[in-house]
């Protein structure tokens, strides 16, 4: 990269006035690189001729350098061990809060940041060892973040209500997974892709020798449930980190949805044992009764439906038009039912994607702005109604 200012000044004017930035994308550069200082009177290096950064810095008090921790000099003062995030660019001058609204989440993480800023856009420099706090925190305030030379782009919508997720999200009925646990030819190692805070992994553990739990929230996981044959672990659906040929099924419960299909695809046969299967359920809106009903779908497709991510479309046409790239297996209907008075029904509602980004991108709270309309229609609040979630699954018959 050639020599430039530590600056915010000379980008392209503003066309329109000042706007304030919501999303960014991020790619995670290979290198890693040191900041370094040098006496304010010191030659400035030349630039080395590979890497993905390289910014020198005079002022009159020091000469500071960031470089590949491989090109420091000898009896430079260093400071090594840094990644960094480029932000997808160019970015227009007349933008506000890029930089707060990147630094922000991080100095509630409590971890500490490095800024660049050139003409065309902004790099942000964390320590290694804060790497995956970092993406989580990131993808947490609703940035896209990936790394580079790969499609792999975590899209987090669930991380900043982790425990609300992990507390009131409904789980799976049992003979879904006496029919998950019939498909591979044998019932030892189960990779659940994106695990989230573990809803599916207990009972694919139940009648497997063990699971592999993967999700890239870091936030998630910390609040999935343990067991003795589950083991949870950071990872996207798109690299998992697991041997070749070492699980007998792979597995992904509301989740799909979020993945590169493609990249996931590559990835699942790469992992898969001769004899494994794969298998991807989602589940749609819940069904109390036809008013209750009513109430639920004007939240989901009119109040907040406009905060839906763009996924979303795969669940609402029920995974029947996913690709799936493998010869199928028919699989019976299945329903998972709870007994729920209104407060934990609108809880569960409260973690739907939609809600929680209505929230942030409006200040309102779209439950309580219409709950006073779900109480007649419910009856006595307290009163348990059976909640029934029609779900949606695609399997494989055995591979290899």
């Known amino acids: 990269m050639p020599l430039r200012e530590k600056r915010h000044g000379a980008r392209r004017p503003p066309a329109l006035g000042l706007r304030s930035v919501r999303t960014l994308s991020l790619t995670l550069l290979p290198d890693r690189l040191a900041v370094c200082r040098l006496d304010p009177g010191a030659a400035l290096p030349e630039a080395p001729a590979a890497g993905s ?14 470089l590949p921790e491989q090109e420091v000099r000898p009896g430079w003062k260093v400071e090594p061990g840094w990644r960094v995030f480029q932000v997808a660019g160019p970015l227009d001058f007349g933008l506000t ?5 990147l630094t922000q989440p991080l100095a509630d993480a409590g971890i500490p940041v490095f800024v660049l800023s050139t003409f065309d856009t902004d790099y942000l420099l964390i320590k290694e060892d804060t790497l995956e706090r970092t993406r989580t925190a990131l993808a947490g305030a609703g940035h896209e973040v990936r790394t580079a030379g790969t499609r792999t782009t975590f899209k987090d919508h669930f991380s900043s209500h982790a425990r609300d997720y992990a507390s009131y999200r409904p789980g799976y009925p049992e003979e879904l997974f006496d029919f998950v646990a019939s498909l591979p030819s044998h019932r030892g190692t189960v990779w659940d892709v994106g695990t989230g805070s573990g ?21 998630q996981l910390e609040h999935a449930e343990p067991h003795p044959r589950v083991e949870y672990r950071v990872a996207p659906a798109e690299s998992s980190g697991l041997p070749d040929a070492s699980v007998d099924l792979v597995a992904a419960a509301q989740a799909f949805h979020w993945f590169d299909f493609d990249c996931f695809f590559a990835e699942a ?17 819940a069904r ?10 004007r939240l989901a497709h009119g109040i907040v439906g406009p905060y839906w991510p763009p996924e979303r479309k795969w669940v609402n046409e029920e995974y029947r038009t996913i690709p799936f ?3 199928e297996v028919e699989a019976p209907s299945f329903f998972h039912r709870e007994r729920w008075d209104l407060e934990r029904y609108l809880l569960y509602i409260g973690t739907w994607s939609a809600c929680q980004r209505y929230a942030r991108e409006t200040g309102s709270d779209a439950i309580a702005e219409n709950r006073r ?3 007649p229609l419910w009856g006595d609040p307290r009163e ?7 779900i949606f699954l695609r399997a494989s018959q055995p591979v290899g």
């Not at 809060?97 to 609204?101: D, I, K, L, R």
């Not at 790469?270 to 809106?285: E, I, K």
């Open 53 to 66: 950064l390289w910014s020198v810095t005079r002022t009159a008090e020091e000469v500071s350098v960031v």
């Open 384 to 390: 348990e109604r059976i909640i029934s979630w029609p």
């Open 325 to 327: 790239p493998f010869p």
């Open 269 to 285: 046969r790469r992992v898969l044992a001769p004899g494994g299967a794969v298998v991807v359920w989602t589940y749609n809106l």
């Open 199 to 219: 809803q599916a992994a207990l009972g694919l553990a139940e009648r497997f020798e063990r699971v592999i739990g993967t999700d890239p929230s870091a936030q």
């Open 288 to 297: 109390v009764s036809p008013p209750v009903d009513a109430w639920t779908d």
């Open 373 to 375: 309309d779900a109480e």
């Open 97 to 101: 809060g890029v930089v707060a609204s």
